[in-house]
T-cell receptor, first 110, second 110 residues
Framework: EADIYQTPRYLVIGTGKKITLECSQT?????MYWYQQDPGMELHLIHY???????EKGDLSSESTVSRIRTEHFPLTLESARPSHTSQYLC?????????FGPGTRLTVL | GQSLEQPSEVTAVEGAIVQINCTYQTSGFYGLSWYQQHDGGAPTFLSY??LDGLEETGRFSSFLSRSDSYGYLLLQELQMKDSASYFCAVSMDSNYQLIWGAGTKLIIKP
């Protein structure tokens, strides 16, 4: 079944740690996105990619980085986590008329 | 700047009909999408309007008026499982990014 996968689903870490949130897809999307969403709030685009070796920053300033070496894989890395990074991170693929989301990673930084 | 306005909360009775409005002010416009998100879950796509008029998908319909910069989502025969947050999102021109509204929390009472 074609889908978008994210791991881990939940992560609790200490300040200063380096973490990578994984996102993979079997849907063949060229365009992929990372969103940050606090509970009950809107989605904010933090990174996007139009294809292999293409990455751009979104509207929300973020201290994270992304890579797109393969179409199927779009990981997000935080070099030094801080409590302000506590949020839900959603990975999506698709285009302007429909986006498909992974289940999300709920990150808590202590 | 870009902005989308939708009510923060709407309450309705099981079996009834509810309409969630969305007005937008964006520098470009390609289409209006609607997504549903249950608490703790990820957004799921409901509908997309690229042209003026009504799109119907089962119990859900979506309407767009480009001249009024306005759209709405109509939910009929409400069920308890429809309790969720509903987000409108605008795609601007051809850059494939979405601008998201803050979401409308739909509360359904028996």
């Amino acid at each position: 079944e074609a889908d978008i996968y994210q791991t881990p689903r939940y992560l609790v870490i200490g300040t200063g740690k380096k973490i990578t949130l994984e996102c993979s897809q079997t849907m063949g999307h060229d365009k992929m996105y990372w969103y940050q969403q606090d509970p009950g709030m809107e989605l904010h685009l933090i990174h996007y990619s139009y294809g292999v070796n293409s990455t751009e920053k979104g509207d929300l300033s973020s201290e994270s980085t992304v890579s797109r070496i393969r179409t199927e894989h779009f990981p997000l890395t935080l070099e030094s986590a801080r409590p302000s990074h506590t949020s839900q991170y959603l990975c999506a693929g698709g285009g302007y008329n429909e986006q498909f989301f992974g289940p999300g990673t709920r990150l808590t930084v202590l | 700047g870009q902005s989308l306005e939708q009510p923060s909360e709407v309450t309705a009775v099981e079996g009834a009909i509810v309409q969630i409005n969305c007005t937008y002010q964006t520098s470009g416009f390609y289409g209006l999408s609607w997504y549903q998100q249950h608490d703790g879950g990820a957004p799921t796509f409901l509908s997309y309007n690229g042209l003026d008029g009504l799109e119907e998908t089962g119990r859900f319909s979506s309407f767009l008026s480009r001249s009024d910069s306005y759209g709405y989502l109509l939910l009929q025969e409400l069920q308890m499982k429809d309790s969720a947050s509903y987000f409108c999102a605008v795609s601007m021109d051809s850059n494939y990014q979405l601008i998201w509204g803050a979401g409308t929390k739909l509360i359904i009472k028996p």
